[in-house]
T-cell receptor, first 111, second 114 residues
Framework: RKEVEQDPGPFNVPEGATVAFNCTYS??????FFWYRQDCRKEPKLLMS???SGNEDGRFTAQLNRASQYISLLIRDSKLSDSATYLC????????????FGRGTSLIVHP | ETGVTQTPRHLVMGMTNKKSLKCEQH?????MYWYKQSAKKPLELMFV???????ENNSVPSRFSPECPNSSHLFLHLHTLQPEDSALYLC?????????????FGPGTRLTVL
C-alpha cells in the first residue's frame, strides 16, 4: 500500500460546482497534513494546512479524519482559475522529518 | 514573486557530463530541500538541510551530490546520470525542519539526460 494515495482524476467539473477530493495515508503516526496546489509547469504552492478540527479558507474547506486516516479538500463554487493539480502532503512523527507527497489530483473547471 | 530561485531553468546533458543545479532562497529560512518530480509520480524528497547540515538523505544514488555552503544556497551536483534521471528538480525552503512549517518551492530545473 502506498503511503499517501490520491485519485489522480482528472475531475472535470463546470464552473460553480462543488467538488471534493480525498487523500488516504497509511502511517497512523502521521502528524501534519497539508494541501498544496500545483499549476501546469509551475512549482507547488501551499493551499492550506489541515488541522484536527478542520479549517476553512473562503471557498476551500479541509478536514482530517484520523480514525479512517484520510484528509479531504472541498472546493465550493468552482472557478476556472481553480484548475490545477492538488497535492496532499503528510508528515510523520517519529524522528525523521520526511514529508510524503501524494501523486496529486487533477481538477479541470470548464465554462 | 517567489522567494526561492533556481538556475538553470532547463538543462540538457549527456550521461558523461558533470553539471550543477543552484538554488537560492531570500526568505531567511533555515531549512532547504531537494525534490525530484517525475511524470506520473509523486514528488520524491531527496535531501534535507537544516542550518547547512544534512539531516536527511532519502536513499539517493551517489551520482547526485548535494552541497549547502550557507543557509541561503543549495547546490545539486550531477555526474554520470542516467536517462531515467530526467525529471523536474525542485528546491524548497522552510523556516525550520518542523512538522508545521510551510515549504516554499522554487520554479524548478527541468533536466533531460540524453
Amino acid at each position: 500500500r502506498k503511503e499517501v494515495e490520491q485519485d489522480p482524476g482528472p475531475f472535470n467539473v463546470p464552473e460553480g460546482a462543488t467538488v471534493a477530493f480525498n487523500c488516504t495515508y497509511s502511517n497512523s503516526a502521521s502528524q501534519s497534513f497539508f494541501w498544496y496546489r500545483q499549476d501546469c509547469r509551475k512549482e507547488p504552492k501551499l493551499l492550506m494546512s489541515v488541522y484536527s478540527s478542520g479549517n476553512e479558507d473562503g471557498r476551500f474547506t479541509a478536514q482530517l479524519n484520523r480514525a479512517s486516516q484520510y484528509i479531504s479538500l472541498l472546493i465550493r463554487d468552482s472557478k476556472l482559475s481553480d484548475s490545477a493539480t492538488y497535492l496532499c502532503v503528510v508528515i510523520s512523527a517519529g524522528g525523521s522529518y520526511i514529508p510524503t507527497f501524494g501523486r496529486g489530483t487533477s481538477l479541470i473547471v470548464h465554462p | 514573486e517567489t522567494g526561492v530561485t533556481q538556475t538553470p531553468r532547463h538543462l540538457v546533458m549527456g550521461m558523461t557530463n558533470k553539471k550543477s543545479l543552484k538554488c537560492e532562497q531570500h526568505l531567511g529560512h533555515n531549512a532547504m530541500y531537494w525534490y525530484k518530480q517525475s511524470a506520473k509520480k509523486p514528488l520524491e524528497l531527496m535531501f534535507v538541510y537544516s542550518l547547512e547540515e544534512r539531516v536527511e538523505n532519502n536513499s539517493v544514488p551517489s551520482r547526485f551530490s548535494p552541497e549547502c555552503p550557507n543557509s541561503s544556497h543549495l547546490f545539486l551536483h550531477l555526474h554520470t546520470l542516467q536517462p531515467e534521471d530526467s525529471a523536474l528538480y525542485l528546491c524548497a525552503s522552510s523556516q525550520d525542519v518542523a512538522f508545521t512549517d510551510t515549504q516554499y518551492f522554487g520554479p524548478g530545473t527541468r533536466l533531460t539526460v540524453l
